[in-house]
């Protein structure tokens, strides 16, 4: 039974992860840069998920506040801080990204203060069974759930619609997708937008499962997200999503039986290395 | 005064530290975000052999040896991967080693290590150690650079694929800056664990890393002067600016965006372009 636990545990970690690291896979895939302060992104959702349940007593509500400011701000960054230094060797939008993030965590920090808030009235905390003896709380049910359904919407999107297959064009041959008449800053705004609401909306979710935002709380996950889009092969989707739910259901099982070895958050790096020394590509890139 | 001389001391040590970041990312173009790791191996090794009664002097031979062998490791994935991975594979390491160092009893685990026996200098010997280190380390870094290895190190961070067709062998020169920049990593660790007489898991996490990697990129990747100066300004600064103390990281993380989105070059960079458009002559706005 512990084993069919750990797994479901893993599994609510895991979805959490493919929304967080799905946008960081649609930066990179388009720019070729790692956006470290995409988690920046998922926190302030977080904060403004709290911020706007408490005010107006709505889930539904916070989590559009929540993707919209998110997603505003993403595109902001993309105009502010990477569209310039785009021709930059890669290191330099790295360390620009990290030095955005400790600033915004620290922005956070000063302006909602270190301790964190909390929801006045958590939702969704009622516990249903699953299978008779699986315990999960409603939220970790919607979690799941909503996750698998924004992933799959997206993958749909991406190959079935004219603005979907414009980014994919975008990504392969920018010089080329140009000249068939697609704007690229178009595409990219366009990401930036969606990747960042997503990780808005990660962050509203985070936050009602912990019944706690604080500064903090996007920089483990931002460094996973990177170890989860390198193991997914790098700007695939789907890879994005198995490697997650991989990660999460690795990291139930090891701190239960890693722990004196290691501690949690070092799981997904020893993971990570070992599978760039066999697999430079990644564990599931198609090269 | 004792607080002058415990800041010009931990002054030295960043320098040190920054230096020898330097030596990997500036000289030879492999980005490490987790550079950290091997100021704890160094720092640790130091202080659990100072516990078993070594004399602090023969620590820092065995600190150096440790940290450099740790660094011959990673540089092998330096070899496997390249640029974002590489980058990420460091970060890897960092949190590898904070990980597994807490977990460890016998290594103080998240309590640390405290009380670490003294070296036998009073506070002013221990400063002149130090100061006198860096600048050891900083003639080394401008003897190596002019040399025929820091030219094949350029060449290796400019095209690393044109070197291979010229005949070099890259991985061999890759392992040396690994080897020698995580080296006087351990002994910038050393000095540190006995500067501060207390080393714990987090002194040496994702952090550490991020502030030498920014008194690198803000000096100036690659200039040894630009580095000693970035390291020696931004590990003062907060001293220096008490009401800063507690937006350190803001200012941390604003001067390394800043400096990257309108100076990649950093302070040196700024300092070269000035000098250049000085020896070009009247020709104001010519160039941009």
Redesign the interface.
């Known amino acids: 039974m512990l084993f069919i636990e750990l797994v479901a545990q893993g599994l609510v970690q895991g979805s959490i992860y493919a929304l967080i690291a799905l946008g960081l896979t649609l930066v990179y895939g388009l720019l070729r840069i790692l956006h470290i302060a995409h988690a920046a992104l998922f926190t302030l959702g977080g904060y403004i998920g709290v911020l706007a349940t408490n005010a107006t007593g709505s889930l539904t509500l916070a989590c559009i506040f929540a993707m919209l400011g998110a997603g505003i701000v993403g595109v902001i960054i993309y105009r502010l801080c990477y569209e310039p230094i785009l021709r930059q060797p890669p290191f330099v939008a790295l360390i620009a990204s990290i030095g955005l993030y400790i600033a915004f965590e620290e922005a956070f920090r000063i302006i909602f203060g270190a301790a964190g808030l909390t929801y006045d009235a958590p939702p969704l905390q009622q516990y249903v069974s699953v299978f008779g003896s699986l315990h999960f709380s409603l939220a970790e049910l919607v979690v799941m759930g909503s996750s698998l359904a924004i992933i799959a919407a997206l993958g749909y999107l991406q190959t079935h619609t004219r603005v979907g297959i414009a980014c994919q064009a975008t990504v392969s041959d920018p010089q080329m997708a140009q000249s068939f008449g697609i704007r690229l800053r178009t595409v990219r705004d366009l990401n930036f937008f969606v990747g960042s609401a997503l990780a808005g909306f990660a962050g509203v979710w985070v936050a009602l499962l912990n019944n706690l935002v604080e500064p903090t709380m996007g920089s483990v996950p931002s460094y996973k997200a990177l170890a989860i889009i390198v193991l997914g092969g790098m700007g695939s989707v789907r890879g994005t999503l198995l490697a997650s739910l991989v990660l999460g259901v690795a990291e139930s099982f090891g701190t239960i039986y890693l722990d004196q070895w290691l501690d949690r958050n070092a799981i997904a790096f020893a993971l990570l290395i070992l599978v760039l020394m066999v697999r430079p590509q990644g564990l599931f890139a198609r090269r | 005064m004792a607080y002058e001389i415990s800041l010009l001391t931990a002054m030295g040590i960043s320098v040190i530290f920054a230096l020898s970041l330097n030596l990997i990312t500036g000289f030879c173009g492999q980005?490490s975000?987790g550079h950290a790791a091997f100021l704890g191996i160094g720092a640790y090794t130091s202080a659990m052999l100072c516990k078993a009664g070594l004399p602090f002097f023969a620590t820092l031979p065995v600190a150096m040896l440790l940290a450099g062998i740790v660094g011959i490791v990673v540089g092998l994935?330096s070899l496997?991967?390249r640029?974002?991975?590489l980058?990420?594979?460091t970060?890897?390491?960092v949190?590898?080693f904070?990980?597994?160092v807490?977990?460890q009893e016998w290594l103080g685990g998240e309590m640390g290590i405290s009380g670490i026996p003294g070296s036998g200098l009073d506070r002013l010997g221990f400063m002149w150690l130090a100061l006198g280190l860096a600048a050891l380390v900083a003639v080394f870094c401008i003897y190596i650079q002019k040399s025929w290895m820091g030219r094949v190190f350029n060449g290796v961070a400019e095209d690393e694929d044109t070197m291979r067709v010229l005949g070099v062998d890259v991985p061999r020169y890759k392992l040396a800056a690994f080897a020698m920049g995580t080296a006087l990593a351990g002994l910038a660790g050393a000095l540190y664990g006995q500067h501060f007489k207390y080393i714990g898991p987090e002194s040496f996490g994702?952090i550490e890393s991020?502030t030498v990697?920014?008194m690198v990129?803000f000096g100036g990747i690659g200039s040894v002067p630009g580095v000693i100066f970035g390291a020696a300004l931004l590990s003062a600064l907060p001293a220096w600016f008490q009401f800063i103390g507690?937006?350190k990281?803001?200012v941390?993380?604003?001067?390394?965006?800043?400096?990257?989105?309108f100076s990649?070059g950093g302070v040196a960079g700024i300092v070269r372009s000035l000098l250049q458009r000085r020896s070009a002559g009247h020709q104001p706005g010519a160039s941009s």
């Open positions: 980005i975000l994935a496997r991967v640029d974002d991975f980058a990420i594979t970060m890897g390491v949190f590898l904070v990980g597994i807490r977990q994702f991020i990697l920014s990129v507690d937006y990281l803001l941390y993380g604003g001067v390394l965006f800043l400096m990257m989105r990649p």
